[in-house]
């Protein structure tokens, strides 16, 4: 079966053939820069790329299980690899992640929540990703990008950068080393003291990154990492327009839920907590992938949660939603609570006003996703500036009934508690998508009756 390794930009639907290319790295949209406006990300689907089967493979790690799912994958038998080959280079990796005392890659469990449940009075299973390499679920989105690095042979000298404040980086410090190279990782001034010192106990070049006067809206640590990329570093990072390779290995999470979800049978809620949002939208690309494929018949409704300090996917949802309730002449509904509004426009009928709004905010990107000025809270591994990956998440929230839900400081802190337990130690922004559903349930959403899944992405890091 020969499939496409085609990527097509989801903003202006350029495409880039990374088998005709001449550079080993196609990022980021080659119109990205000629086009600002322009929400661009560079993707590529399975299913449109002719994957017709969801993988039987019953190995424990996921990059070997859904390797058929993988752009990279692809790019190696393209490029005249084989199958076995592509599956000693996923080894060799894990091998090395072990040796330097780290846990490799491995299907993370979907537990009952039990404490959450009955807090909340719903059935709530979690996913843990506490047990991830390096803590947490970065670490799946940058070995997408170093699979494509290690099939296109990219020199080990080639500097990488990220921007990150905590899980990112040490993921990203932690991938570099098992793979012989070297990141350059910015962070913000306010980092935690404990994952500075474990980025330097890892090798990595830290870079600290005041805001300055000069510098545009938005993240000085973004402004700092793209300063790097004009000068040669390849992004290794977790922002979609930055590099699309990193949702493809975001992706292996929602595979691992399908399976689960066979299993299980499909909640009616999925709640993911969101920062730049490449995580959810990692998650939702390989649900899509299971529906498109048969494993399960439905998706659940996606609640995308962030803090209350640092809301800029908030703006979006309500950017256009109300933009389709205009074209359906029921702007009264605006104000009536997000949940009226989800129910609105999830049915046929408003399907290509949705559509519609969601084509006109891909081109107008300044007036949908605001620059959060003053990002603040306990769990500051949500505190983007801007949700970089917002459009898909808009639109799969919109698609399947679901809505944004916003917590508060108390809320994360209560829902921590309710979380940890055995063998769960999450931080704040690890429970944040279960401070979500206690918000959600608090504000009178839902009913009892529900099966809910939260994600748990990251262990907490001692001061």
Known sequence: MSVSVVLRCAGCAATVDPLDVGAPAPFRCPN??????????????????????WPDDTSTNPFIRYRTLHHSYHLHLGLGGTDAEYVRLVERLDA???????????????????????????????????????GSHKARHLMAILMHLEVRKVPLRTPLAIASCGNAAVAAATLARAAGRTVQVFVPTWANPAVLVELRALGARIVECPRKDTDPPGDPCLHRFREALGKGALPFCVQGP????????????????????????VPDRLFVQVGGGAWASGVWRGLRDGRGLGVIDRLPALHCVQAQGCAPLVEAWRAVAGRALRALGH?????????????????????????????WA??????????????????????????????VLVRSMLVSGGWPVTVSDDQLTAATALVNGGSIDADETGS???AGLVAFRERGWGVAEERVVVTVTGIRRRR
């Open 96 to 134: 090395a992640l072990i040796k330097n005392g780290g846990p490799g890659f491995r299907v993370a469990p979907v537990l009952p929540l039990d404490t959450l449940s009955a807090a909340t009075g719903v059935d709530v299973w979690g996913r843990d990703d506490t047990i991830g390499v390096a």
């Open 242 to 265: 930055e590099n699309g390779f990193t949702i493809d290995g975001g992706a292996t999470s929602g595979q691992e839920l399908v399976d689960a979800f066979a299993m299980l049978g």
């Open 432 to 434: 944040a998508a279960a």
């Open 32 to 53: 990205a820069d000629r086009a600002p406006n322009v929400d661009h990300v560079l993707t590529w689907d399975p299913l449109l790329g002719g994957v017709r089967t």
């Open 331 to 359: 702007e009264e509904l605006f104000d009536e609570g997000f949940d009226v509004v989800a129910a609105a426009l999830v049915t046929n009928e408003a399907r290509s006003a949705v559509e519609s709004a969601m084509q």
């Open 362 to 391: 891909l081109t107008h990107r300044p007036a949908v996703m605001p620059v959060w000025h003053d990002p603040h809270g306990i769990a500051t591994g949500i505190l983007d500036d801007e949700a970089y990956d917002w459009a």
